[in-house]
Nanobody, 116 residues
Framework: QVQLVESGGGLVQPGGSLRLSCAASGFTFSSRTMTWYRQGTGKKRELVATISSEGHLITFADSVKGRFTISRDNMKNTVYLQMNSLKPEDTAVYSC?????????WGKGTLVTVSS
């Protein structure tokens, strides 16, 4: 039912940019907060950014503040993560998340590799 499909990952050099997308279906997208997480190899999953249903409330992890932006298009049921000034430590699988009826749903993730 609930489906989240991430895209946009890839290999990028330090200082470069990528825009990730998460296409959502199976729930009322416009009523839910959406969140991006990431998990690097051997590391715990960490919250990257969150955006409220109408996009008015946004939070970022300290590690990405000033470099990443999160946005959403409720007409397209899609949430985005614009990543600028990428660093090697940003390398991770990026996943989007939504909580529906107290249940967390996850996409499969998209791999971002920042390397020269």
């Amino acid at each position: 039912q609930v489906q989240l499909v991430e895209s946009g990952g890839g290999l990028v050099q330090p200082g470069g940019s990528l825009r990730l997308s998460c296409a959502a279906s199976g729930f009322t997208f416009s009523s839910r907060t959406m969140t991006w997480y990431r998990q690097g190899t051997g590391k715990k999953r960490e919250l990257v950014a969150t955006i409220s249903s109408e996009g008015h409330l946004i939070t970022f992890a300290d590690s990405v503040k000033g470099r990443f932006t999160i946005s959403r298009d409720n007409m397209k049921n899609t949430v985005y993560l614009q990543m600028n000034s990428l660093k090697p430590e940003d390398t991770a699988v990026y996943s989007c998340n939504v909580q529906v009826a107290r249940v967390d749903y996850w996409g499969k993730g998209t791999l971002v590799t920042v390397s020269s």
